[in-house]
């Protein structure tokens, strides 16, 4: 079974920057999708990003274009989330999640493994 492990939130003021990884493993199939969602209190859940294994296409989601990046290492099994020019705005749990096969079209549903949580505050 596929298992992920965030790791990286913390406490930053407006204007900082954090990174975000996501550990996977278990996977038995080289297409697969790794993405970041987040949820802010009283919000629904939004999917932030996406990096697909098999082609490398990344998905960033509008509001957070320009500003946050995702790459994974070689081997496609870490996945981060580089996120600058944070705003208050960005203060929510972030998640990451998979799926076997993917390429992370509509990845917004339909992923099936998920890690805990990392809580990111921003200050203002």
């Known amino acids: 079974e596929v298992q992920l492990q965030a790791s990286g939130g913390g406490l930053v003021q407006a204007g900082g920057s954090l990174r975000l990884s996501c550990a996977a493993s278990g996977f038995t199939s080289d297409e697969h999708a790794i993405a970041w969602f987040r949820q802010a209190p009283g919000k629904a859940r939004e999917g932030v990003s996406c990096?697909?294994?098999?082609?490398?296409?990344?998905y960033i989601t509008e509001s957070v274009q320009g500003r946050f990046t995702i790459s994974s290492d070689n081997a496609k099994t870490t996945v981060y989330l580089q996120m600058n020019s944070l705003i208050p705005e960005d203060t929510a749990v972030y998640y990451c999640a998979a799926e076997e096969p993917h390429d992370c079209t509509d990845y917004g549903r339909g992923l099936d493994f998920w890690g805990q949580g990392t809580q990111v505050t921003v200050s203002s």
């Open positions: 990096i697909a294994s098999g082609d490398g296409g990344t």
